[in-house]
């Protein structure tokens, strides 16, 4: 009878009056869906359709990742969506949704998000005031905690919180909009990042995201990268499963395990 009970209450619709301790912690969700797969696809629902999510995300079942950019109108200069998405998105696909939090006060947010059932929360060092026992508390909930540095932001200072992280971001454009150019100036940073989690022999994704496409990848992948945020690149193109099967093959090929 309890059991039943428990059923009603996960597949209804979210109470969203409910606080926050209310919730038991989640098992972690899966990193990948696709297992032995050692390159990552994520494509950014920011160039996607926002009145059909459900169907753009049916369109990349060869995704790995679903690539959310919420964004607040203050930390960058774009407003995008917020939880009750994340949550209707979350219950409308199986791929593992990969929030990235471009918002002031991400500490006050972030277990939202990875309540609201998203496969890893990810926020920016810049404007987390304690982002370890924000880190912490993503992973304490069930989903995999990311933290995202911006072009000009270097990656030394954080070499000490690796352990506390399933995810390192490296963005390859400034944070905030769609279909910019991908930033060269990121490479050293990405060799950097991985030579640091390489040594400590950390087992964090490293992750690009702007200016992902067929013309960027194997650089970024080269560099060391390896999972790939691709919007424009994916959600541009006539066949959006193609592309992610594109982008997969070349960041493969460029990182040896083509
Ligand atoms: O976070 C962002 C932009 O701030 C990205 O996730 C974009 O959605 C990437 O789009 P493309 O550069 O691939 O078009």
């Given amino acids: 009878m309890i059991y039943i009970v428990k059923l009603e209450l996960s597949s209804g619709t979210p109470d969203r009056t409910a606080r926050r301790g209310d919730r038991a912690p989640r098992p972690a969700a899966p990193l990948a869906t696709l297992p032995g797969v ?15 999510l459900a169907d753009e995300a ?21 407003l995008t969506l917020g939880l009750p998405v994340v949550e209707s998105l979350a219950r ?13 006060d991400p500490d006050r947010w972030a277990p939202a998000y990875a309540e609201a059932g998203a496969g890893s ?7 987390a005031r304690a982002p370890v ?9 069930g989903a995999r905690a990311g933290l995202a540095l911006n072009p000009a932001e270097p990656v030394e200072p954080y070499a000490d919180l690796v352990g506390e992280m399933d995810m390192l971001l490296l963005m390859t454009v400034e944070p905030g909009f769609g279909g910019q150019r991908f930033l060269d100036l990121v490479l050293p940073k990405i060799r950097r990042a991985r030579e640091i989690l ?20 194997e650089r970024a992948a080269e560099a060391g990268a390896d999972v790939f945020v691709a919007g424009s690149a994916v ?23 083509g």
């Fill in 92 to 104: 409308a696909t199986d791929t593992p949704l990969d929030c990235h939090l471009m918002i002031e």
């Fill in 121 to 127: 929360v990810t926020v920016h060092a810049k404007a």
């Fill in 58 to 78: 049916a369109a990349v079942p060869n995704a790995d990742w679903l690539h959310v950019d919420v964004m607040d109108g203050h930390f960058v200069p774009n």
């Fill in 198 to 217: 390489d040594g400590r022999e950390a087992s964090v994704w490293l992750q690009v995201d702007g200016g992902v496409g067929d013309d960027t990848i």
């Fill in 235 to 257: 959600y541009g193109a006539q066949d959006p499963s193609k592309a992610v099967d594109s982008l997969r093959a070349r960041a493969a090929a460029a990182a040896g395990l």
């Fill in 133 to 141: 026992r924000t880190l912490r508390e993503i992973r304490r909930l």
């Fill in 38 to 52: 050692a390159i990552q696809i994520s494509p950014s629902i920011l160039s996607a359709d926002f009145a059909r």
